[in-house]
């Protein structure tokens, strides 16, 4: 006998294969991978399971692995950025199919062109796929492939008489129809589920109560012989809307608290006596977890259960939304204890401290946590590694409304998380109600004086906190109340509830008003102050200003509180409140009408969440900052060492030392000369007038004679001042014009003030014979010349039209002869004094105008409070416009006297586009128009497209960005006003120049270098912090006395679940930072070999490549509660 053919080997799938994740612990040198293969299952193939095997494939394991940047001290430095580019653009995980020698096919490499599919999902679909979609969603609404069914399927195998299919429920995988006993049977584990019933010629739907489904509590899958009937109106809300149910309590010797019983079957009693209404834990998760990320009311979420329950209108259920508030609530609260610890704790809820809920800051220094031992002693110039940085701010989005009381509504745990303790609170601010608002500016003040009025009726104006300024986590009991404005002390109590949290020395506080609010801080501590919340005198302080808010500020000699100059900062920015506010604001609307209580829950259960967040990303955000502050600190030493270079070593010794001197200065405010401020290198128009009246009385004490009691000088000066007073009388004149209905009281001033030009003007033209002797025979001649020429413009009647003659305005050929000696340089000088205040005036008012937009936009929504605050921020804007006027005027004096020159380049021609902020953004680059903007037969013609002219001063590049551009902010220029510096010769001048600019590129440096050696101690704070936390968590896995078994199995269970849950996050962390924290462990440089992981930004979704590529599967993550 012929011995049988040999079985077909199973044939693969053919594609590619996928590499699993390998633990940190594993043998590096193998790499798990698995392939698809077909098997023959009867007359067809399935695909059999994957098998996981060992792939010894040390290149596999180097691309899989390779996935951080190394700290090479010339990355990011080479000139095209090609190397960087690429750098950022490296994947986590690179599964691309690997050839023979372990590097990727040469096909992969190349990359495959997208298909129409991809590229136009919805043309697709419109085109072949619509049609057939909206068949099948039709076909649901009759029987289907169940519309033949005569007997019931379930009672086929147990009845001889099966029953009629006429039922069918909408959630269950497989459609079909049975009657109404087998569908209870069906749902005694599913009693939730939406059912329907066929009519003869459509369906309605039913409820499971309906049809005879009873919910028995207290036993396991048996009915109780003493159930006790539930409420008649009993309600459950779950997930797809509100069901009516019929629930049996237990009777019966095991008979519990009905609220017990309800609660071990995963429903949560709104009330604990007469039960009506209750809801799924499911619900409570999915409603809590939708607000905390997409900040929806209680109330939208209700009326959608609703809508999903009854959405004609006809008949809807009784309204169950104060039940869902109340549950909602105490779930929160349930929540915030549970993750709290407070479960395993034998003094129970009662015990919790204040602050005691809060999730903490892994990367905050923290003694006999995460800090080393001999951490006080470290060198002068490593202090700042254990440095706390606290920002601090104020926010009037999220007010309150007088609405119910805290009798009414006290809180379920007020002062157990962020909020802090109300009564020593208000008690504090109250007894400092005297205290005025805190006032940042004269425009800000305006703004806010607009919108005071209209806080009438609120029990609350806003909040203020503390956030940690390198992670952004807010801090335990760092979150307060403001009753009316932002005051000192409001910002002061939370200060002081922060700093009992803070064991280290050195403390920086970030706050946008820090040099009105520290300088006498320490007065109020001791003056004002409550013993309870001061902290240790040892601690030192050290104030900053947020780098966004820094330049708003008027007042000069601010370097002192700039986190660019501040040592031991890095590149911290202390504008994290912001970021705070930003998710946080749109709570505003929600929690405004909220009992005082019931706000300042959900203010923790959402500041809790934000934390949180923070805490499990703690490991990509690091390792995303580490890599930029590694190329920034490249760029920025590099930049500094060939500045450096090129100037003299003693002169570059001696401005070191000058810098750590200034950085060394402890006092407040500092005493040492600041290496970052030079002195004002032009005159003001003040100092002008002096200097020109010094002169003027050392020529008549030398013998000079005068030609009139009104000096020269003095001449000049009234010629411009009456210039000043016609631009402003032609401005109002053509406000007037442009009012429909301007009133008699408008049109009497304008005449009054013409009237007073007027009478000014012949008085100083009495004096034009004196300084300008040879001006008559000038009118003369120019008289006889325009007199021949028809078309000469009539002679206006009004002062402001008329003709001053200045030196100015005097052809340079005439000049000399009409004028007497040294007039045209008096007016020159006051031109350029006129020059340097119009520009000072125009930045001062646009630093004004930024501090109340940037207010506006945070605090002010409604068309009211805008309307308002617009139009006191055009008033201010105007005042730019007509500083505006009087520079251009002064101006074309100094061309007119001067003539073309180097002054030039100080004193620019101002163009209306050059009268915005400091922030305001110029780009450089621009883009044809955003990706996806434009119709497929623009596209060649748009990209085709080049512009035929510069607009301006600089050429727009018409270009795509790429992803170095990042946000734009590297590309932005700034307006010329803020830049300008007068131009001089001397030395000594170009020197003090010379050294501002050297000292800011020494502070980028190094706050670039203090950035890296941070983010490497954070790292290694993070893990000690988690490995602490564990072992915390473990330390509660012994429940407290007089528990039953099951509740000790399930406090051990979690205190478990969390410890590991520190335990992979350790892990996750440690195996993302292996090569930062490896160079921090060898080497004492701070620049050695490091790594830093790819950009951490967002991939493109190529879902719907699905059909066309093998699916990769993704890596697991457990979910585990946190």
Same mark, same amino acid.
């Given at each position: 006998?012929?011995?049988?053919?040999?079985?077909?080997?199973?044939?693969?799938?053919?594609?590619?294969?996928?590499?699993?994740?390998?633990?940190?612990?594993?043998?590096?040198?193998?790499?798990?991978?698995?392939?698809?293969?077909?098997?023959?299952?009867?007359?067809?193939?399935?695909?059999?399971?994957?098998?996981?095997?060992?792939?010894?494939?040390?290149? *596999?394991?180097?691309?899989?692995?390779?996935?951080?940047?190394?700290?090479?001290?010339?990355?990011?430095? &080479?000139?095209?950025?090609?190397?960087?580019?690429?750098?950022?653009?490296?994947?986590?995980?690179?599964?691309?199919?690997?050839?023979?020698?372990? /590097?990727?096919?040469?096909?992969?490499?190349?990359?495959?062109?997208?298909?129409?599919?991809?590229?136009?999902?919805?043309?697709?679909?419109?085109?072949?796929?619509?049609?057939?979609?909206?068949?099948?969603?039709?076909?649901?609404?009759?029987?289907?492939?169940?519309?033949?069914?005569?007997?019931?399927?379930?009672?086929?195998?147990?009845?001889?008489?099966?029953?009629?299919?006429? @039922?069918?429920?909408?959630?269950?995988?497989?459609?079909?129809?049975?009657?109404?006993?087998?569908?209870?049977?069906?749902?005694?584990?599913?009693?939730?589920?939406?059912?329907?019933?066929?009519?003869?010629?459509?369906?309605?739907?039913?409820?499971?109560?309906?049809?005879?489904?009873?919910?028995?509590?207290?036993?396991?899958?048996?009915?109780?012989?003493?159930?006790?009937?539930?409420?008649?109106?009993?309600?459950?809300?779950?997930?797809?809307?509100?069901?009516?149910?019929?629930?049996?309590?237990?009777?019966?010797?095991?008979?519990?608290?009905?609220?017990?019983?309800?609660?071990?079957?995963?429903?949560? #009693?709104?009330?604990?006596?007469?039960?009506?209404?209750? *809801?799924?834990?499911?619900?409570?998760?999915?409603?809590?977890?939708?607000?905390?990320?997409?900040?929806?009311?209680?109330?939208?979420? @209700?009326?959608?259960?609703?809508?999903?329950?009854?959405?004609?209108?006809?008949?809807?259920?009784?309204?169950?939304?104060?039940?869902?508030?109340?549950?909602?609530?105490?779930?929160?609260?349930?929540?915030?204890?549970?993750?709290?610890?407070?479960?395993?704790?034998?003094?129970?809820?009662?015990?919790?401290?204040?602050?005691?809920?809060?999730?903490?800051?892994?990367?905050?220094?923290?003694?006999?946590?995460?800090?080393?031992?001999?951490?006080?002693?470290?060198?002068?110039?490593?202090?700042?590694?254990?440095?706390?940085?606290?920002?601090?701010?104020?926010?009037?989005?999220?007010?309150?409304?007088?609405?119910?009381?805290?009798?009414? !509504?006290?809180?379920?745990?007020?002062?157990?998380?962020?909020?802090?303790?109300?009564?020593?609170?208000?008690?504090?601010?109250?007894?400092?109600?005297?205290?005025?608002?805190?006032?940042?500016?004269?425009?800000?003040?305006?703004?806010?004086?607009?919108?005071? %009025?209209?806080?009438?009726?609120?029990?609350?104006?806003?909040?203020?906190?503390?956030?940690?300024?390198?992670?952004?986590?807010?801090?335990?009991?760092?979150?307060?109340?403001?009753?009316?404005?932002?005051?000192?002390?409001?910002?002061?109590?939370?200060?002081?509830?922060?700093?009992?949290?803070?064991?280290?020395?050195?403390?920086?506080?970030?706050?946008?008003?820090?040099?009105?609010?520290?300088?006498?801080?320490?007065?109020?501590?001791?003056?004002?102050?409550?013993?309870?919340?001061?902290?240790?005198?040892?601690?030192?302080?050290?104030?900053?200003?947020?780098?966004?808010?820094?330049?708003?500020?008027?007042?000069?000699?601010?370097?002192?509180?700039?986190?660019?100059?501040?040592?031991?900062?890095?590149?911290?920015?202390?504008?994290?409140?912001?970021?705070?506010?930003?998710?946080?604001?749109?709570? +505003?609307?929600?929690?405004?009408?909220?009992?005082?209580?019931?706000?300042?829950?959900?203010?923790?259960?959402?500041?809790?969440?934000?934390?949180?967040?923070? @805490?499990?990303?703690?490991?990509?955000?690091?390792?995303?900052?580490?890599?930029?502050?590694?190329?920034?600190?490249?760029?920025?030493?590099? +930049?500094?060492?060939?500045?450096?270079?090129?100037?003299?070593?003693?002169?570059?010794?001696?401005?070191?030392?000058?810098?750590?001197?200034?950085?060394?200065?402890?006092?407040?405010?500092?005493?040492?000369?600041?290496?970052?401020?030079?002195?004002?290198?032009?005159?003001?128009?003040?100092?002008?007038?002096?200097?020109?009246?010094?002169?003027?009385?050392?020529?008549?004490?030398?013998?000079?004679?005068?030609?009139?009691?009104?000096?020269?000088?003095?001449?000049?000066?009234?010629?411009?001042?009456?210039?000043?007073?016609?631009?402003?009388? %032609?401005?109002?004149?053509?406000?007037?014009?442009?009012?429909?209905?301007?009133?008699?009281?408008?049109?009497?001033?304008?005449?009054?003030?013409?009237?007073?030009?007027?009478?000014?003007?012949?008085?100083?033209?009495?004096?034009?014979?004196?300084?300008?002797?040879?001006?008559?025979?000038?009118?003369?001649?120019?008289?006889?010349?325009?007199?021949?020429?028809?078309?000469?413009?009539?002679?206006?009647?009004?002062?402001? !039209?008329?003709?001053?003659?200045?030196?100015?305005?005097?052809?340079?050929?005439?000049?000399?002869?009409?004028?007497?000696?040294?007039?045209? /340089?008096?007016?020159?000088?006051?031109?350029?004094?006129?020059?340097?205040?119009?520009?000072?005036?125009?930045?001062?008012?646009?630093?004004?105008?930024?501090?109340?937009?940037?207010?506006?936009? /945070?605090?002010?929504?409604?068309?009211?409070? +805008?309307?308002?605050?617009?139009?006191?921020?055009?008033?201010?804007?105007?005042?730019?416009?007509?500083?505006?006027?009087?520079?251009?005027?002064?101006?074309?004096?100094?061309?007119?006297?001067?003539?073309?020159?180097?002054?030039?380049?100080?004193?620019?021609?101002?163009?209306?586009?050059?009268?915005?902020?400091?922030?305001?953004?110029?780009?450089?680059?621009?883009?044809?128009?955003?990706?996806?903007?434009?119709?497929?037969?623009?596209?060649?013609?748009?990209?085709?497209?080049?512009?035929?002219?510069?607009?301006?001063?600089?050429?727009?590049?018409?270009?795509?960005?790429?992803?170095?551009?990042?946000?734009?902010?590297?590309?932005?220029?700034?307006?010329?006003?803020?830049?300008?510096?007068?131009?001089?010769?001397?030395?000594?001048?170009? &020197?003090?120049?010379?050294?501002?600019?050297?000292?800011?590129?020494?502070?980028?440096?190094?706050?670039?270098?203090?950035?890296?050696?941070?983010?490497?101690?954070?790292?290694?704070?993070?893990?000690?912090?988690?490995?602490?936390?564990?072992?915390?968590?473990?330390?509660?896995?012994? #429940?407290?006395?007089?528990?039953? %078994?099951?509740?000790?199995?399930?406090?051990?269970?979690?205190?478990?679940?969390?410890?590991?849950?520190?335990?992979?996050?350790?892990?996750?962390?440690?195996?993302?930072?292996?090569?930062?924290?490896?160079?921090?462990?060898?080497?004492?440089?701070?620049?050695?070999?490091?790594?830093?992981?790819?950009?951490?930004?967002?991939?493109?979704?190529?879902?719907?490549?699905? !059909?066309?590529?093998?699916?990769?599967?993704?890596?697991? !993550?457990?979910?585990?509660?946190?």
């Amino acid at each position: 006998m012929a011995n049988p053919r040999p079985a077909k080997r199973p044939r693969t799938t053919g594609g590619p294969a996928y590499h699993a994740p390998v633990p940190s612990l594993d043998d590096y040198s193998l790499v798990h991978s698995s392939e698809g293969r077909l098997v023959r299952v009867g007359n067809g193939l399935k695909t059999a399971p994957l098998l996981r095997m060992p792939e010894h494939a040390t290149g *596999a394991w180097s691309r899989v692995s390779e996935w951080t940047l190394p700290d090479d001290a010339e990355f990011a430095l &080479d000139p095209t950025g090609e190397s960087y580019d690429a750098a950022l653009d490296m994947d986590v995980m690179d599964d691309s199919p690997l050839s023979s020698d372990g /590097k990727p096919s040469a096909s992969e490499a190349k990359g495959k062109k997208r298909s129409k599919v991809s590229r136009r999902p919805h043309v697709v679909w419109k085109d072949q796929y619509r049609q057939a979609y909206l068949d099948e969603i039709l076909r649901w609404a009759g029987r289907g492939d169940f519309r033949s069914a005569s007997q019931c399927p379930d009672c086929l195998a147990r009845s001889a008489d099966p029953g009629v299919p006429v @039922y069918r429920c909408e959630e269950c995988v497989v459609p079909d129809l049975t009657c109404a006993p087998c569908c209870v049977r069906r749902h005694r584990m599913h009693p939730f589920h939406r059912v329907q019933k066929w009519t003869g010629s459509h369906f309605v739907g039913v409820s499971l109560k309906s049809i005879g489904l009873k919910i028995q509590l207290n036993h396991g899958g048996t009915f109780c012989e003493k159930s006790i009937p539930c409420h008649t109106n009993f309600r459950v809300l779950h997930t797809n809307g509100i069901h009516d149910v019929d629930v049996r309590f237990c009777g019966c010797a095991k008979v519990i608290p009905i609220h017990l019983q309800l609660l071990r079957r995963g429903l949560y #009693p709104a009330s604990q006596l007469s039960v009506q209404t209750c *809801a799924t834990f499911t619900l409570l998760d999915q409603l809590h977890m939708l607000a905390l990320t997409t900040k929806a009311s209680t109330y939208d979420f @209700y009326c959608a259960l609703e809508k999903l329950t009854n959405n004609t209108g006809i008949d809807p259920p009784k309204s169950r939304y104060r039940a869902l508030l109340r549950m909602v609530l105490q779930w929160r609260h349930l929540k915030l204890l549970k993750r709290g610890g407070r479960g395993h704790d034998s003094s129970g809820v009662a015990g919790t401290k204040p602050g005691e809920l809060a999730l903490r800051c892994p990367s905050c220094p923290i003694p006999g946590v995460n800090l080393p031992e001999g951490w006080e002693e470290a060198p002068v110039g490593m202090k700042f590694l254990y440095m706390m940085i606290i920002c601090m701010d104020a926010n009037f989005r999220l007010k309150n409304q007088l609405v119910s009381s805290y009798s009414q !509504d006290p809180g379920l745990g007020i002062g157990w998380a962020y909020m802090v303790p109300r009564k020593g609170y208000e008690a504090y601010v109250l007894s400092r109600a005297s205290d005025g608002d805190i006032s940042t500016c004269v425009g800000l003040q305006a703004l806010a004086k607009a919108n005071t %009025k209209y806080s009438y009726g609120l029990r609350y104006t806003g909040v203020n906190l503390a956030v940690c300024g390198r992670s952004e986590m807010i801090f335990p009991l760092g979150v307060g109340n403001l009753q009316k404005g932002e005051r000192y002390a409001n910002m002061d109590y939370i200060f002081a509830m922060v700093m009992q949290w803070v064991l280290v020395a050195l403390v920086l506080i970030s706050y946008d008003i820090a040099c009105q609010w520290f300088v006498n801080l320490f007065a109020r501590i001791e003056n004002h102050w409550p013993e309870e919340i001061k902290f240790p005198n040892t601690i030192e302080l050290r104030p900053a200003i947020p780098k966004l808010h820094e330049p708003m500020h008027q007042t000069k000699g601010h370097h002192m509180y700039s986190f660019n100059y501040i040592p031991g900062v890095g590149l911290t920015d202390g504008e994290c409140p912001e970021r705070v506010w930003g998710p946080h604001n749109a709570l +505003g609307n929600s929690t405004k009408t909220q009992g005082p209580g019931s706000r300042q829950d959900v203010l923790d259960d959402h500041f809790a969440f934000w934390n949180w967040l923070k @805490y499990i990303n703690m490991g990509r955000t690091l390792l995303r900052r580490y890599k930029a502050a590694v190329a920034q600190r490249n760029l920025q030493q590099e +930049g500094h060492r060939g500045l450096t270079n090129s100037l003299d070593a003693e002169l570059v010794e001696k401005w070191d030392k000058l810098c750590v001197e200034w950085e060394q200065d402890a006092s407040f405010p500092k005493k040492k000369k600041n290496p970052y401020h030079s002195k004002d290198a032009y005159l003001s128009e003040a100092q002008v007038k002096k200097e020109l009246a010094e002169e003027e009385e050392r020529r008549l004490a030398q013998g000079g004679v005068s030609l009139h009691a009104t000096s020269a000088w003095s001449f000049v000066q009234m010629g411009l001042d009456l210039e000043d007073t016609q631009h402003r009388l %032609k401005r109002l004149s053509k406000t007037n014009a442009g009012k429909l209905n301007i009133t008699l009281g408008q049109e009497r001033t304008l005449t009054e003030e013409r009237n007073i030009l007027r009478g000014r003007i012949r008085a100083w033209e009495q004096l034009l014979h004196i300084y300008m002797p040879g001006l008559l025979q000038y009118q003369t001649d120019l008289a006889k010349r325009t007199s021949s020429q028809s078309d000469s413009p009539p002679k206006s009647e009004h002062p402001e !039209d008329f003709e001053l003659w200045l030196p100015s305005h005097l052809p340079a050929a005439v000049r000399a002869t009409v004028c007497s000696s040294g007039l045209p /340089k008096i007016e020159e000088r006051l031109r350029d004094a006129q020059c340097s205040d119009a520009l000072d005036k125009i930045r001062r008012i646009l630093k004004v105008k930024s501090r109340m937009v940037y207010f506006k936009n /945070k605090n002010l929504r409604g068309q009211r409070d +805008g309307t308002r605050s617009r139009t006191v921020i055009d008033r201010v804007h105007q005042k730019a416009r007509n500083a505006a006027d009087r520079y251009r005027s002064a101006r074309r004096g100094k061309l007119a006297l001067a003539g073309p020159g180097k002054w030039e380049e100080t004193f620019r021609v101002l163009e209306d586009r050059d009268i915005r902020g400091y922030q305001d953004p110029n780009q450089l680059r621009t883009r044809v128009g955003r990706r996806g903007v434009l119709e497929d037969e623009q596209l060649d013609q748009a990209q085709s497209e080049q512009p035929e002219s510069n607009n301006g001063d600089f050429v727009l590049f018409n270009e795509e960005r790429s992803r170095r551009d990042g946000t734009g902010e590297t590309r932005r220029t700034l307006s010329w006003i803020w830049l300008t510096t007068p131009s001089s010769d001397a030395d000594d001048d170009q &020197d003090e120049i010379l050294r501002v600019e050297w000292a800011k590129s020494r502070a980028r440096a190094n706050r670039a270098r203090e950035e890296v050696m941070l983010l490497k101690e954070e790292m290694r704070r993070v893990l000690a912090f988690l490995q602490w936390k564990a072992g915390w968590w473990t330390e509660r896995l012994e #429940p407290r006395d007089g528990l039953t %078994k099951e509740l000790e199995e399930g406090i051990r269970a979690f205190a478990k679940t969390q410890s590991k849950l520190q335990e992979d996050l350790a892990t996750h962390f440690r195996g993302l930072w292996k090569a930062p924290l490896e160079d921090c462990e060898t080497a004492a440089d701070p620049s050695g070999d490091v790594e830093a992981d790819a950009e951490d930004g967002e991939e493109e979704d190529e879902e719907d490549e699905e !059909d066309e590529e093998f699916p990769i599967e993704p890596l697991s !993550d457990d979910d585990d509660d946190p």
